[in-house]
């Protein structure tokens, strides 16, 4: 029976962009053909509020894909950095500050408004053809930005000595736009069309979540400029569909970088991870293979097989055991295993000399974020061996549960205990308390002399 073929990444997207973009052209299509639809909405604060929060966005996500420059070096979050710090200090310069003493913005501050548009548009959408990294990165970015900067002052001062030579922006009573505004926001939508292909190129070349996520913001933001070119508005105390479509255009680019991030911070800690077990192989692996060697030459120079095989055969056993131990780890780690089946080995592997019965409790409900599994799995793992070594324990528990929004992480063992106030427990138990620690969980011990010891985490909520 043959299995049914998964459908590729870029071609799920591709469709579901070409429907989305499908459902925008129709509406288009609807408001250029009815004068009608084109509907505006006088209400300057309304229109301060929506300024203020592309403000508010433009700004983090310049503050995020620096925060992405800074370790990578890309110039792809260079470009993109630039694009939204100049969106958000235009929107800041030359929007809401000039708008918030309720007077019309002036003829100045509204077309370097739309000179600060065309320009971080411009550079969001040669984002994705730029290709390499910069050597100094810090200094990069601050070049760029007060670059970016210097540009946005430069417009200001043209428009504000050319003042009397523009054209007053259209008020919503008439029915033609100026030539110049028309000119300027068609420049911004083909800016728009530019940063839609270039991101779709990336998304299929790169497979990078991230490209996803702009080409659909690029998509809202291109819409949005169409919607402006059909809409003779440029007075501040109107607002239309355009405006909705850009704040949400905004936000979604938000979510993209954010998840990038995100995504960023998890590949760093799974690095870690792996440089941590590899720490692991080298201090236990590699010392039951040398031991194996050193057993080995002994034989080889004439010492007594009664003595040397035993040692042998159980420096072979305990390095296969950590052998296992670090392939689970670093399966669990790399999410090319499923968290419970790797545990679920994991505790196979440990019980299978007979020396200690482990029960596993795995609740469905749980969630846990790949950092968190990451954690957890090294906890489990930290607290048995603790148990194993140290707790002379028959028996031992763990259960990963979830009661109402709380999640815990619980290993019981029927040990000989400790007294948790005079004895605070060794390095392993250290290391689960900065593991629990890492992830934002709260570590906790029960034990009392000959009844055993409880180990609880509180996961974050």
Not at 126 to 149: Q, V
Not at 238 to 243: E, G
Not at 439 to 457: F, K, M
Request: aromatic share 6%; hydrophobic share 50%.
């Amino acid at each position: 029976m043959s299995t049914p073929r998964r459908r590729d990444p870029y071609q799920s997207w591709l469709l579901g962009e070409l429907l989305l973009v499908g459902v925008l052209g129709a509406s288009l299509a609807l408001f250029v053909t009815n004068k009608r639809l084109r509907t505006t909405f006088e209400a300057p604060e309304l229109g301060l509020v929506i300024n203020t929060s592309i403000l508010l966005t433009a700004t983090i996500v310049a503050v995020l894909a620096g925060v992405r420059f800074s370790v990578d070096g890309r110039r792809f979050d260079l470009l993109l950095t630039c694009g939204f710090f100049a969106s958000a200090l235009g929107t800041a310069a030359f929007a809401v500050v000039p708008a918030l003493d309720g007077d019309p913005v002036g003829r100045a501050e509204g077309w370097t408004d739309v000179g600060a548009r065309v320009l971080a548009m411009g550079l969001v959408a040669a984002a994705p053809f730029a290709a390499g990294r910069s050597a100094n990165g810090r200094l990069a970015l601050r070049g760029a930005l007060a670059g970016c900067a210097a540009v946005l002052a430069l417009l200001w001062l043209l428009g504000a000595s050319a003042q009397a030579l523009l054209p007053e922006l259209a008020p919503p009573n008439r029915s033609e736009a100026p030539a110049l505004l028309t000119l300027s926001v068609g420049l911004e939508a083909l800016l728009g069309l530019a940063a839609l292909v270039g991101f779709g190129l990336s998304y299929r070349n790169r497979r990078e979540n991230l490209d996803r996520w702009l080409a659909l913001g690029a998509t809202l933001l291109l819409f949005s400029s169409l919607h402006r070119v059909f809409t003779p508005l440029g007075s501040s105390a109107f607002v239309s569909l355009a405006d909705f479509l850009r704040m949400l255009g905004f936000v979604v680019l938000l979510v993209g970088v954010w998840s990038a991030i995100r995504s960023a911070e998890f590949g760093r800690a799974v690095a870690e991870e792996r440089a941590r077990v590899a720490r692991e192989i080298h201090d236990g692996l590699a010392q039951y293979l040398f031991a194996i060697s050193t057993h080995a030459s002994m034989l080889e120079t004439g010492a007594s097989r009664e003595d040397i095989v035993p040692r042998l055969k159980h420096a072979a056993a305990a390095a296969q055991q950590e052998a296992r131990f670090a392939v689970l780890a670093l399966s669990s780690a790399s999410g090319s295993a499923p968290f419970d089946a790797a545990l679920r080995r994991y505790v196979d592997v440990l019980t299978a000399d007979g020396a200690l019965d482990v029960e596993l409790e795995i609740d469905e409900r749980v969630g846990l974020a790949p950092d968190e599994q990451i954690e957890v799995f090294r906890i489990v793992q930290e607290g048995l061996a603790n148990v194993r070594r140290h707790a002379g324990a028959k028996r031992a528990q763990v259960r990963i549960a979830r009661e109402g929004n709380q999640r815990t992480v619980t290993i019981r063992d029927d040990g000989s205990g400790f007294d948790v106030e005079r004895n605070g427990g060794g390095q392993g138990l250290k290391n689960i308390r900065a593991r629990a620690t890492s992830i934002d969980g709260v570590c906790s011990v029960r034990s009392r002399p000959g009844r055993g010891t409880a180990l609880e985490v509180t996961l974050r909520a």
